[in-house]
């Protein structure tokens, strides 16, 4: 069974600093995608990396997929109140394993 | 816009009555469609695979007598709580994709179960 883990699992920031969530795991996967998900809707999927040492930019957003296509990370860079959220990683193809996800609190 | 619908988005039911939460693609057709449910401040559990046109596969440790699920066309998936009890009470949420693409996942935007 794959697994992933994600850490940390909770985050209380100020807004403008910058933090990293890890994903990681001890089997391979042909791509991870990266979720956020507000209180009471659905995930909302931000972006999937699929080549081993991708990275992708969104906006303040980068995620990175390790060389060995077993671990990711997502960098805000100058979080805002508006990146608040639980923010998921999962792979897996279509039956998605989910990491425990990292809920983040950016304060103002 | 939404591509996966879910309806209702939140319901209020007595122990031992059955819900039905229903999941629907709206612009293409899935043969198959997930089943999660989440615990607050939690991750997402995948409880089912539903299979348009035959049983669905359960999760190990989910009762497939006590969550019934039903795909009986390729854009709605039904999943009833029967018998409910306050332990059911959860966040329900499907997801789908479109046929054949290998597109990633959409997800509905989840049903608010409560059982007094």
């Known amino acids: 069974t794959q697994l992933l883990e994600q850490s940390p699992q909770f985050l209380s920031i100020q807004e403008g600093e910058n933090l990293t969530v890890y994903c990681n795991s001890s089997?391979?996967?042909?791509?991870l995608q990266w979720y956020r998900q507000e209180p009471g809707e659905g995930p909302v999927l931000l972006v999937t990396?699929?080549?081993?040492?991708e990275v992708k930019k969104l906006k303040r957003l980068t995620f990175q997929f390790g060389d060995a296509r077993k671990d990711s990370s997502l960098h805000i860079t100058a979080a805002q109140p508006g990146d608040t959220g639980l923010y998921l990683c999962a792979g897996g193809g279509n039956k998605l394993v989910f990491g425990a996800g990292t809920i983040l609190r950016v304060k103002s | 816009g939404a591509v996966v619908s879910q309806h209702p988005s939140w319901v209020i039911c007595k122990s031992g009555t059955s819900v039905k939460i229903e999941c629907r693609s709206l612009d293409f057709q899935a043969t198959t469609m997930f089943w999660y449910r989440q615990f607050p401040k939690q991750s997402l559990m995948l409880m089912a695979t539903?299979?348009?046109?035959?049983?669905?596969?359960?999760e190990q440790g989910v009762e497939k007598d006590k969550f019934l699920i039903n795909h009986a066309s390729l854009t709605l998936s039904t999943l009833t709580v029967t018998s409910a009890h306050p332990e059911d009470s959860s966040f329900y949420i499907c997801s789908a994709n479109r046929q054949g693409s290998g597109s990633p996942l959409h997800f509905g935007n989840g049903t608010r179960l409560t059982v007094t």
């Open positions: 539903s299979n348009e046109g035959s049983k669905a596969t359960y």
């Open positions: 990396v699929v080549t081993g040492g």
């Open positions: 089997s391979v996967f042909s791509s």
